[in-house]
């Protein structure tokens, strides 16, 4: 019984392992979910989201009744000496005496030049700009993430490149062999090939080196260990129907530019609220008291009174330095601040997107272009393979071909992703990256 149950766990630790160590094929989809989940800024934004939906109430707007109640038990030892005017002396040490009071108030605003109103859209304002600015970030996570997860496609895209040279390389290098088998070939070739291959392999290596790298910036937007292992199989595909004006005439989606303009909103309603401080407050008083005050020594042993009350307070402000008339003002002048600021976020945005769409409309029109290239460079190689076979073409020219093939497919996937980066961008600042 103790042999099977050692040979169970060895079973499951292995298996334990083996699932630890096998690579996760990871979808964009996924990886995008994975970040929006485990991001600690949109945490934090989501508690501030929160903490604004907590905030937004009447009763901080001030716009509830207050109650409050109070109490007070005395007790106390006193010394009495009294002469009432019919000649009475009452005279007695170590009397004591007692003092109860109790009551509950209650308070409710009437009238403050509609301050309470304002309070409460400002609050509602609040609500809705930290939605939008939870709304930023997590455009800005998830387009950060699809950026990295495309990078990843586009490093790898390069050890496709160098795996077809190192193909043509090792073909090369057989040809040389059999050439040399019948006397038909030199060392300096033999060398010459095998150590354009091992030139390759390192690259080869190297490039496996920053794809690693690659991931691990991705595996860091996710949150996740950058030691996970992750497997990426994807092709960079572009987007060809974005138009320039749509974009910016989505410009307007952007959830910067909408909390620019909550931003104005606040700005004019703080504005309403301290000029309200200029208008007289009315309130509405009730109580209901409790006074007794009792004595074992003395004129007055016993003194008991209760009752409810009720009654209007109004305060008007007379003369305070001018102190609201000055802060009115200067919420004015945040208002006018935050509509320029709202203007200069508008026009950098729009001024981006022009720039933005221009590399992206360049870059579709040469990808047509460099495909083409990529082909006729494939071929050219294939060609110069043939000849070099047939002892028609020099070592030179095939390592030409080679090198005119890699520099072909190099050049096609820094289009492919400079233009899905340009595309991401796009939908970035249009508020339209999907997740």
Known sequence: ???????????????IMTNNASSQNLSLQDAISIALKNNLDIQVLKNNVEISNINNHIGVAGGLPTVSGTLSDNEQVSNINQKLNTGTVIKRNGAVGNTLGAGISGSILLYNGSRVVSTKKRLEQLESQSEQYLNSEIQNLAAAVITAYYDVVR?????????????????????????????MANNADLYQSQVDLNSLLQSKQSQLTVVDQAKT??????????????????????????VLGDVLSRLGNNADIIAASMQITINQLISKEVAAQRYPSVRANTAYNLNRTQSTGGQLLLNQNQGASAGISVAIPIYNGTVFKRQQKIADINTKNAALQKEILMRNYSADVVKIFQSYHAGMQQIETQQKNVELAQ???????????????TILEVKQAQQSFEDASFTLTNL????????????????????
């Open 1 to 15: 019984m103790l042999y099977k149950k050692i040979l169970l766990l060895l079973v499951l630790v292995v298996f």
């Open 379 to 393: 071929k050219l190689l294939d060609l110069a393979l043939y000849r070099y076979q047939l002892r028609s073409a």
């Open 416 to 435: 492919n992703f400079a233009a899905k980066s340009a595309e991401i961008e796009l939908r970035r600042v249009s508020n339209q990256v999907k997740f």
């Open 217 to 242: 910036s991705l595996l860091t937007l996710m949150n996740l260990r950058p030691d996970s292992l992750i497997n990426i199989s994807d092709t960079i595909i572009t987007d060809k129907s974005i």
């Open 155 to 183: 490093q790898q895209s390069y050890i496709k490149t160098l795996d077809r040279s190192i193909e043509a390389s090792e073909k090369r290098l057989d040809i040389v062999k059999i050439q040399q088998s019948v006397g």
